[in-house]
Structures are given as structure tokens and as C-alpha cells.
């Protein structure tokens, strides 16, 4: 058996179906190695490791983590998980993360967590990435930001993970949607001229508007994955105000996700521009007009992750919970 296949990979997923964004329990992939073939692992990775080969130390981690073919040591594994990811080792990286989460062998700390899954994520962890998404999404050891979360998910989705793939489209869903209004346009990775070509987009291809920068826009190519900026002119106008990052908001209930009763007839305000206002509490549910950042809600129900709210002209309708800041 080869060391690499009881690598853990472990990663969150989001549940798409009438709430946005429920975190599930972890997962761990491919199945566990039998005493011999765990005992042929650490046979042959112990010497590995400790000559300083970056893989034999993850996969020692590996062992003592799980307890395969060793006693179960969260403190040994965490040690071997270090050594690796000092060589900058993603999946040591990664794992780290996922300690640091679960509070396995370590306080329970999402702003820990957030920084080891940014750096496997930096260097190209796809479970990473996308555990990173999810914890821009719910504001998770990171201040929420939509923005992130999208990119960091679609760059996990295009290395195919499965979970992103899940998660982009609910992350998504109420950000405003436009197409490219030009044939063969350049879609770069900065918002100017001498930025480098992404990818060349053809006329009426869907986009989903990320953000905005002097003239440029940046944009979700849903179907291939791709966060890239376009001159624009060269979106056609949807009449929705352009995203914000959130960069610069304070906690949102996203962050505080068990909110009991006690919203109900409080006051609230949009956290995000173009924000979709619903007939029902549903991702599903006919749009009814958009609201745009800061404007003041009463929130009137709650169904699941959705509050019906009513605007200060009287306008009523349904809105994701995480979409509402104080």
C-alpha cells in the first residue's frame, strides 16, 4: 500500500437546500490500512521523516493522529504536522487547521485554524481552500467576507473538489448576476490594462459581480471557476448596485449563527449590496427587488437561516440571516 493512500483529507461542507450555510461534520476519505499495512507505513516512513523528508512527516502525523498502527497521540502527531508544514508541506498545513478546529490535542481556536488553512490554501490545498471559504462565509476566525469566500472556493471547485463545488453556488446565490456584453473579452487577474489574461469570454456569458474598482469589475465565471476583472463597459447592466467586500463590517449574525427568538421586531440593517429580497424563506423563491448596503430592516420572523424583514417604506420580504448585520 502506498504511504499516500491513508493521507486525511479532511474537509467542511455546506448544505445547500433551504438554509445557506450549515457546516457538516468532518469527513475522512479512503479507508483505514489494516496493523500491516499501518506497521509497513511507519516502517518505512519513520527513517523518512526523521532524515527531514517533508512527506514521511506528514504521513507520521498521519499515524499518530488516527492512531493507525500506533497509540493514538494528538500531541506526536501535531509535532510531526509541524516538522512538514516548516517546509511549507499543504496537507501538514492543512491538518493543522483541522486541530486547531476540532480542538484535537489543542484549545479549540478558529482564528488558529483560519491562519493554517490560509497557508495550505496559499500553497494550493483544494480542502483547504475550501474549508477557508466556509470560514469567510460564516465569519469564522476571519471578519465575513463574500468576496474571499467566493475565490478561495472556486479555486478549490476548479482543482475539483467536491465540496466547493457544493458550496460555490449557495455562496453565491444572492450576489448580483450580469453577463459579458462584448465578443472575446479579456478577463485579467488585476483590474487594469497591463494585467495578465485569465481567459478570453465570449458575448452573453454569465457572470456573478464580486466587487467593483474605479472602472473595473470583478467577476465569477460560474462554469469554469474563474475570479477575474473586466473592463466595466463591458458587463451588461442588471440594475443591481455592485457587492462589497465586507472588509470593513462589524460582526454579522452570520457569526452568530444559534440566534434563539430574541431578533424578532429588532432592528437590523443590509450587509452586502444587491442583496436579494425574497417571497419565501428559500434560495428558490421568486426575487421581489434588491436592497443595497446599510439599509435599515425591522426583522418580523424567522424561519431556519431566513428572517422576513420590513424596509422603512414599508416593503416587506425574506432575506438570509447572514446577510443582516447589526
Keep these: 500500500m502506498k504511504r499516500s493512500a ?14 445557506p450555510f450549515a457546516v457538516t461534520a468532518y469527513a ?52 510531526w504536522y509541524e516538522k512538514a508544514a516548516a517546509q511549507q508541506y499543504a496537507k501538514a498545513e492543512h491538518n493543522l487547521g483541522i486541530m486547531y478546529q476540532a480542538g484535537h490535542g489543542v484549545p479549540a481556536d478558529d482564528a488558529k485554524a483560519a491562519e493554517w488553512f490560509k497557508r495550505a490554501a496559499e500553497h494550493g490545498e483544494p480542502a483547504a ?6 470560514m469567510y462565509v460564516r465569519g469564522q476566525g476571519v471578519q465575513q467576507n463574500l468576496v474571499e469566500a467566493t475565490t478561495w472556493a472556486a479555486r478549490a471547485a476548479k482543482a475539483g473538489n467536491e465540496s466547493a463545488i457544493t458550496n460555490l453556488p449557495a455562496i453565491t446565490a444572492d450576489m ?19 494585467g495578465r489574461v485569465l481567459l478570453q469570454a465570449a458575448r452573453n456569458t454569465q457572470v456573478v459581480v464580486l466587487d467593483t474598482r474605479d472602472d473595473w469589475s470583478q467577476v465569477l465565471f460560474p462554469e469554469q471557476y474563474a ?17 462589497q467586500s465586507g472588509a470593513d463590517d462589524t460582526e454579522t449574525t452570520a457569526q ?29 423563491a421568486d426575487v421581489l427587488f434588491q436592497a443595497s448596503e446599510g439599509k435599515r430592516v425591522s426583522v418580523l420572523s424567522r424561519d431556519d437561516d ?16 447572514f446577510l443582516l448585520g447589526e
Design 6 to 19: 491513508i493521507a486525511r483529507a479532511v474537509v467542511l461542507a455546506v448544505a445547500v437546500s433551504a438554509a
Design 28 to 79: 475522512q476519505s479512503g479507508s483505514r490500512p489494516n496493523s500491516q499495512e499501518a506497521a509497513t507505513v511507519l516502517e518505512n516512513a519513520r527513517p523518512l521523516a526523521e532524515a527531514g523528508n517533508a512527506n514521511a512527516q506528514y504521513n507520521m502525523g498521519v499515524l499518530y493522529d488516527e492512531g493507525y498502527g500506533v497509540d493514538q497521540s494528538y500531541a506526536t502527531a501535531r509535532g
Design 129 to 134: 481552500q475550501n474549508n477557508l471559504a466556509v
Design 176 to 194: 448580483p448576476q450580469s453577463r459579458i456584453d462584448g465578443d472575446n473579452v479579456n478577463v485579467r487577474a488585476e483590474p487594469t490594462t497591463n
Design 227 to 243: 475570479v477575474g476583472w473586466v473592463a466595466g463597459f463591458l458587463l451588461a447592466d442588471t440594475g443591481a448596485d455592485s457587492p
Design 256 to 284: 452568530k449563527p444559534s440566534l434563539g427568538g430574541s431578533d424578532a421586531s429588532s432592528e437590523r440593517r443590509i450587509n452586502g449590496n444587491g442583496v436579494n429580497i425574497r417571497a419565501r424563506p428559500s434560495p428558490d
Design 306 to 321: 431566513w428572517r422576513e424583514v420590513r424596509f422603512e417604506d414599508g416593503r416587506t420580504g425574506w432575506v438570509a440571516a
